[in-house]
């Protein structure tokens, strides 16, 4: 079943990935991934309507995941990004979440990216430089190292909204090009 839940979300199949996910949790209340992928369908079904999601029991799911598992950074992320979703600013509990999941895998550049974001919202320019720093400096983005040098500038100017903008643009254009 969480196969299954699996492969309808991947479909974006989102109901019957709930449902997928609902029988695999009746079988096994612990399973991980049924969590998620349950968590996940629901973050997805809400991005339609989110006034009237239950942004609770969407939470719950990452929530009772990340108990199974506290050293998974999936359910930290998806915590951290219902608030998001929701539109509410997250609360310190899932942006301690966020930083955490970013220790537990920093190679993920998207995860650090939104973490960097947080951090300058947050106006923790210092905190939001170090993060940041390996992306600035990667070999691996040719064509976004003027673009991510000249944010890093800005943080270390103490121009954090000014960062911020570019950010949030550079992630604009991102999921522009996903769809």
Do not use: C
């Not at 839940?5 to 209340?29: I, T, W």
């Amino acid at each position: 079943m969480e196969t299954l839940a699996q492969a309808e979300f991947q479909a974006r199949k989102y109901e019957e990935a709930s449902v997928a996910a609902d029988q695999a949790l009746a079988l096994n209340p612990k399973s991980f991934k049924a969590l998620i992928y349950k968590g996940r369908a629901g973050l997805e079904l809400a991005k339609k309507n989110p006034k009237s999601a239950n942004w609770t029991a969407i939470r719950s799911h990452f929530s009772k995941a990340n108990r199974l598992d506290l050293n998974s950074p999936e359910p930290l992320m998806y915590y951290y990004q219902s608030f998001v979703e929701e539109g509410v600013p997250p609360p310190a509990q899932a942006i301690d979440g966020l930083l955490f999941a970013v220790d537990l895998v920093p190679q993920d550049d998207d995860l650090r990216l939104t973490a960097v974001r947080q951090l300058l919202r947050d106006t923790d320019a210092a905190d939001a430089k170090d993060l940041f720093a390996p992306i600035a400096f990667s070999p691996h983005f040719p064509r976004e190292k003027r673009r991510n040098l000249e944010i890093m500038e800005k943080i270390k100017a103490g121009d954090g909204k000014g960062a911020l903008v570019m950010l949030e643009e550079d992630e604009r254009k991102r999921q522009k090009a996903k769809r």
